[in-house]
Each structure stands twice: as structure tokens, then as C-alpha cells.
T-cell receptor, first 113, second 115 residues
Framework: EAQVTQNPRYLITVTGKKLTVTCSQNMNHEYMSWYRQDPGLGLRQIYYSMNVEVTDKGDVPEGYKVSRKEKRNFPLILESPSPNQTSLYFC????????????FGPGTRLTVL | GNSVTQMEGPVTLSEEAFLTINCTYTATGYPSLFWYVQYPGEGLQLLLKATKADDKGSNKGFEATYRKETTSFHLEKGSVQVSDSAVYFCALSDIGAGNNRKLIWGLGTSLAVNP
């Protein structure tokens, strides 16, 4: 089944404790991205990647890192999480830069205390 | 810059009622327009899209027509079901910095359908 998977689905952590949220897609998509979803602010893009080893900042990159060592994986790294990063995070992929339809993972609910 | 405005929710309807969720946009050029749906506890999934003026996107009984003259892409369904309860997002395609083709999202409209 074609899908985007994320782990973990739920995470509660404390300020400053490094964490990684994994994202994997099995559709051989070139383009992957991370969003956060917050009430009243909608979805905002954090980082995106056009292909392996090619990543760039989205609209709200501060406090996040990403890597794209393999085509299928696009982990989101919070080196020193803070409470304002409490949010619902979505990974998404699409076939290429010039395609519009995105495929979303199920989301990761992160709480930073 | 480009933007999307959709009606605030929550919207509460009885089963078999008619649904309209308004979406208007501001954009230069001719973006593609989308409706995504987010069911409880799940990620977003594409519901329908339209790529040019006067196109009608349709799926699962939902429809939306790309109206350039009114810059609108309203979502409609003639008879909603309890299973349609979800959050609906309107979005348009945009070209950002570094040729990043991304989506500009509305804030979402929550729909609750009662039996």
C-alpha cells in the first residue's frame, strides 16, 4: 500500500531533550516536506526536500533540522525542543517539484513540557 | 502575496442536509486549487482539485468549481453523511523562494454531521 508513515504518533517530552520524528514514504517520491499544524494558524511548512541531499527552509524553520540521506526517509530533528514547538506535525511527499498533489502521513502529536 | 480564506467553523448539519463551505483566494497568475480533508486522527488527504478556470473537481459526492471571476472555489455536497464529519482545507498552489512549488492553506473548516 502506498503510504507515508511517521513515528512516533504521540510524544511527550521535556524542554531541551533532543528528539527525532521519523518519516518514510514508499512511493519513490522526490519531494518531501514537514508541516506543523496549530489552531488559528493552519498548516505551515517547516522544511522541504526536492531530492536526496537537497533540503531547504520553509516558512517556519527555526528550531528544526532535517536530513535526506535516502530518498524514502526525511526525519525531523528538534535539537533542543521548547514549549512553543508543541504542535501537530505532518510529513508529506509528492512525486516531484512540479506536481501539486501531496500525500500526508498520519501526524505526530508533540507536547514539550 | 497569495492567500486563501475559508469560512470559519464549526459547521453542524443534520444528515442529508446540503453543505457549502466557502473558499476565496487571492493569487497572481493561474494557480491550481484544492480541497483536502482531514478525518479525526488522520493526516490530510486530497479530496478534489481543479487546475484552471471553470474546471469542476468532484469526488465522493463533493464538488467545487474554479471561479476566476469571483476568485472562489466553494465546496458543496448535496446530501452529507455522518461519515463526512471532518476538517476541510482549501488550498492553492504557489511558487515560493528557490522555485519551491508549495501549497498555501486556508485555516480549515470543521464539519460535524449529526444522525
Amino acid at each position: 500500500e502506498a503510504q507515508v508513515t511517521q513515528n512516533p504518533r504521540y510524544l511527550i517530552t521535556v524542554t531541551g531533550k533532543k528528539l527525532t520524528v521519523t518519516c518514510s514514504q514508499n512511493m519513490n517520491h522526490e519531494y518531501m516536506s514537514w508541516y506543523r499544524q496549530d489552531p488559528g494558524l493552519g498548516l505551515r511548512q517547516i522544511y522541504y526536500s526536492m531530492n536526496v541531499e537537497v533540503t531547504d527552509k520553509g516558512d517556519v524553520p527555526e528550531g528544526y533540522k532535517v536530513s535526506r540521506k535516502e530518498k524514502r526517509n526525511f526525519p525531523l530533528i528538534l535539537e533542543s525542543p521548547s514549549p512553543n514547538q508543541t504542535s501537530l506535525y505532518f510529513c508529506a511527499s509528492r512525486p516531484g517539484l512540479y506536481t501539486d498533489t501531496q500525500y500526508f502521513g498520519p501526524g505526530t502529536r508533540l507536547t514539550v513540557l | 502575496g497569495n492567500s486563501v480564506t475559508q469560512m470559519e467553523g464549526p459547521v453542524t448539519l443534520s444528515e442529508e442536509a446540503f453543505l457549502t463551505i466557502n473558499c476565496t483566494y487571492t493569487a497572481t497568475g493561474y494557480p491550481s486549487l484544492f480541497w483536502y480533508v482531514q478525518y479525526p486522527g488522520e493526516g490530510l488527504q486530497l479530496l478534489l482539485k481543479a487546475t484552471k478556470a471553470d474546471d469542476k473537481g468532484s469526488n465522493k459526492g463533493f464538488e467545487a468549481t474554479y471561479r476566476k471571476e469571483t476568485t472562489s472555489f466553494h465546496l458543496e455536497k448535496g446530501s452529507v453523511q455522518v461519515s463526512d464529519s471532518a476538517v476541510y482545507f482549501c488550498a492553492l498552489s504557489d511558487i515560493g523562494a528557490g522555485n519551491n512549488r508549495k501549497l498555501i492553506w486556508g485555516l480549515g473548516t470543521s464539519l460535524a454531521v449529526n444522525p
